[in-house]
């Protein structure tokens, strides 16, 4: 007589084959990302070792010309320091917004595995090239403006596969909630950024580069090795993204389960079979979406513009937020990089909340609209209140964050998959890394305009920079009203059709 499994295996036997490819797929592409933002943050904690308030640290005994710069790194020791960091930064995101658009071209037509892991290990190159110049004593500003240029042409390639990867695991079912909880790989990342840069910034700041670039580079073979673009390489079942079209393939669609994958009941095993293998063809026989086609896609103008001033918030925070709490709270460096990491948390729970809330109401648009305009208020009330005290500090940031990042979040997974996947692009798999790398591009536009804008109006005052952001977030919501009037009237006609028949049946 066979003994009982043990409860372990008993759990892990109840999830089935397909399951735990997707799961794989789910693990592996967080982890990825979560190493491209690992590798973005350094910038924003080594600013203030750059520049540095060399009084604090005491008299230098070789400092023989009395210099009040002696421990600052050139050429980030002169008085427009500030400006020279929104060019090191406006160089990384330009970078990145021009070559998103030509990604998702390549990402449609290249095997996403070789695409993705090769931007990983250049990626991983190019970082750690940045913190060699503190030991190869390189002072050249051309130096680090040219690292910061390749290495955000490298990360272009990250966003698009991930999102592709997950929307061809995917179907609609419960995707924002999915998508709302890994997509916390990018405040996991900052965070993580932020302590293993903070760890060396006081010490060997080259270090807080080299690290994260191993880290990258380690993640890009694991990539290489592991990762399944289709579901079909590996006979697993395609995900449904939409239900039209069921019966006609002779299927007995259930109810979706929650990772969209296909619940068919056993009379149409061998028509999934077919559908399968038919699906896999269609997928490999179709020609990639033009640039144009896919701007004709509802909604992808509205959501992209939109991204735009969103992404200009939090990047402008992901950037400045530490070198303002040493300012205005006067931490030290790596305090300061500590404290910034709240905001990241924040992001987390605002990622999945929009998410969950979009998924029950079935309202993209409405729930990032919602989310920016309570931000609002919060940037201002943050601004002024915010460095009173530890714990107001702290709170406020994580609001902060989630109410900034929900909406970005938001849009660069669920909705990005969601309209890579419209039904008017009638089954074509071929067209979600260019809907990506459009909105996610047009969004980068905002990310490269609101470090570079925070550094030319810090210098009027910390204020002015804060009303940019929240004049950003009014703007960003103005591009989504004629989205939130359609879902608002949807679901009037939606409520009026239930009312009447209620009557009926009365």
């Known amino acids: 007589m066979r003994a009982i ?8 036997r109840s999830f089935s ?12 592409t967080f982890l990825c990302y979560t190493t491209f933002h690992l590798s973005r943050k350094p910038i924003s ?8 308030n060399c009084s604090s640290r005491g008299p230098n005994p070789h400092n023989e010309s009395n210099s009040t710069t002696w421990c600052d790194w050139k050429p980030f020791d002169q008085d427009n320091y500030k400006e020279l960091f929104g060019a090191l930064d406006n160089a990384f995101l330009v970078a990145y917004a021009i070559g998103m658009y030509i990604s998702g071209v390549f990402g449609e037509r290249l095997p996403l595995r070789y695409y993705l892991s090769g931007g990983m290990l250049l990626s991983g190159l190019f970082t ?4 060699l110049g503190y030991y190869w004593n390189i002072h050249e500003l051309w130096y680090f403006v040219l690292v910061q240029v390749l290495n955000g042409l490298a990360q272009t390639t990250g966003w698009p596969s991930v999102v592709t990867c997950v929307g061809n695991w995917f179907g609609k079912g419960k995707r ?7 997509n916390s790989h990018t405040s996991v ?4 950024g932020s302590l293993i840069a903070g760890a060396w910034v006081s010490n060997a700041w080259g270090l807080s580069f080299i690290v994260p670039g191993i880290i990258i580079a380690s993640m890009g073979v694991i990539c290489f090795l592991f990762l399944i673009e289709y579901p079909e390489d590996v006979d697993c079942s395609p995900p449904l993204h939409h239900t039209a079209g069921l019966e006609e393939k002779g299927l ?5 389960i929650s990772d969209g994958s296909l619940n068919i009941s056993s009379n149409s095993r061998e028509n999934i079979v077919d559908m399968s293998e038919g699906s896999k063809e269609s997928t490999e026989n179709r020609e990639a979406i033009s640039f144009i086609d896919a701007l004709r896609i509802p909604g ?6 939109c991204l735009l001033f969103a992404k200009l918030v939090s990047y402008t925070f992901l950037y400045w937020l530490p070198l303002y709490i040493v300012n205005v709270a006067h931490f030290t460096a790596k305090k300061a990089g500590d404290m910034s990491t709240l905001f990241d948390v924040g992001g987390i729970v605002g990622g999945i909340l929009a998410g969950l809330i979009s998924d029950y109401t079935g309202g993209r648009g409405t729930t990032c609209c919602t989310m920016l305009i309570l931000a609002v208020p919060m940037l201002f009330a943050y601004n002024h209140v915010g460095q009173n005290g530890l714990a107001t500090s702290i709170v406020m940031l994580i609001i902060c964050g989630a109410l900034v990042n929900g909406p970005y979040a938001l849009i660069t997974t669920a909705v990005s998959a969601d309209l890579g996947t419209h039904e008017c692009l009638q089954g074509n798999a071929k067209a979600l890394a260019t809907v990506t790398a459009i909105i996610d591009g047009t969004g980068s536009v905002g990310a490269a305009l609101g470090p570079l804008l925070a550094g030319l109006i810090s210098r009027t005052g910390w204020d002015n920079v804060f009303y940019m952001l929240m004049a950003a977030d009014l703007l960003a919501c103005l591009f989504l009203s004629r989205v939130v009037f359609k879902e608002i009237r949807g679901w009037c006609g939606s409520c009026g059709r239930k009312r009447g028949s209620d009557i009926t049946l009365e």
């Open 5 to 12: 499994p043990a409860p372990g295996i008993r759990f892990l």
């Open 17 to 28: 084959r397909d399951s735990w490819y997707r799961g794989l797929i789910l693990v592996l």
């Open 45 to 52: 904690i080594v600013k203030s070792e750059l520049h540095y």
């Open 128 to 131: 750690a090239l940045f913190g």
């Open 176 to 182: 924002g909630f999915i998508m709302g909880i890994w």
């Open 189 to 192: 990342g900052n965070i993580l």
């Open 252 to 256: 007995e669609a259930g109810h979706s």
């Open 300 to 305: 992808v103008v509205e959501f992209s513009f």
